[in-house]
T-cell receptor, first 112, second 114 residues
Framework: GESVGLHLPTLSVQEGDNSIINCAYSNSASDYFIWYKQESGKGPQFIIDIRSNMDKRQGQRVTVLLNKTVKHLSLQIAATQPGDSAVYFCAENTGSGYALNFGKGTSLLVTP | DTEVTQTPKHLVMGMTNKKSLKCEQHMGHRAMYWYKQKAKKPPELMFVYSYEKLSINESVPSRFSPECPNSSLLNLHLHALQPEDSALYLC?????????????FGPGTRLTVL
């Protein structure tokens, strides 16, 4: 969802459950997408990426799904752990250069 | 070496001070970036350097002055900043070319302008 003011969308999950974080993009020319994880006080950390010629990519405990028809990207985290608590950003490379456009972010809170 | 380093970690400065932020990478990347991040917001692109030349300036005020002395170093010179410039300043780097544009971020410099 969209963030309003200083409030990030927040997803709260129990440890061990699966998490799904969503992101919508608007530019049909976007050809490369990245998910970043940002813990408090740290810089964004690369999680997984996907190119526009793919609709699914899997990593260790993470899966990214890309639906170009509705311009939607999701990040699935399996067996969520307390260390997964962070803010997650999707980012897109629109192909017009080297700049990335970041989404507004989702705060993931994992409770024991 | 697969990391981007930034110094200092924290910086407090007055509005009349001149200071510099430093960024370094040894991954052979030829594109380097400065981002500004306010609390609970995504990073906002400020500058992009490719092959040590400034290629993107996102209408950043002139009180921020970037410099790329060589392919491994990126500086951000600060002068006459305003309190609203207080933020986390992130440096990133990436390989050049194509859609494969994974950007590696440093830990950032937390800047406070009094």
């Amino acid at each position: 969802g969209e963030s309003v003011g200083l409030h990030l969308p927040t997803l709260s999950v129990q440890e061990g459950d699966n998490s799904i974080i969503n992101c919508a993009y608007s530019n049909s020319a976007s050809d490369y997408f990245i998910w970043y994880k940002q813990e408090s006080g740290k810089g964004p950390q690369f999680i997984i990426d996907i190119r526009s010629n793919m609709d699914k990519r899997q990593g260790q405990r993470v899966t990214v799904l890309l639906n170009k028809t509705v311009k939607h990207l999701s990040l699935q985290i399996a067996a969520t752990q307390p260390g997964d608590s962070a803010v997650y950003f999707c980012a897109e490379n629109t192909g017009s250069g080297y700049a990335l456009n970041f989404g507004k972010g989702t705060s993931l809170l994992v409770t024991p | 070496d697969t990391e981007v380093t930034q110094t200092p970690k924290h910086l407090v400065m007055g509005m009349t001070n001149k200071k510099s932020l430093k960024c370094e990478q040894h991954m052979g990347h030829r594109a380097m970036y400065w981002y500004k991040q306010k609390a609970k917001k995504p990073p906002e692109l400020m500058f992009v350097y490719s092959y040590e030349k400034l290629s993107i300036n996102e209408s950043v005020p002139s009180r921020f002055s970037p410099e790329c002395p060589n392919s491994s170093l990126l500086n951000l010179h600060l002068h006459a900043l305003q309190p609203e410039d207080s933020a986390l300043y992130l440096c990133a780097s990436s390989r050049l070319g194509g859609a494969d544009n994974e950007q590696f971020f440093g830990p950032g410099t937390r800047l406070t302008v009094l």
